[in-house]
């Protein structure tokens, strides 16, 4: 489950950044920058009880 939620905030990291050089869109690109941010701080909080 940890490396699931890795792979998906890596996912999010890299599609944040393709959207912050490509795009100019506002919402999306932050919104995809929290997620990413939720992702690994779940992922941590879960390594640490394990």
């Given at each position: ?35 990413a941010i939720i992702s690994f701080l779940?992922g941590f909080i879960r390594r640490g009880?394990?």
């Amino acid at each position: 489950m940890r490396s699931i939620l890795y792979i998906i905030a890596v996912i999010l990291v890299i599609g944040w950044l393709i959207g912050a050089f490509a795009y100019s869109a506002t919402g999306i690109i932050h919104v995809l920058l929290v997620l990413a941010i939720i992702s690994f701080l779940v992922g941590f909080i879960r390594r640490g009880k394990v």
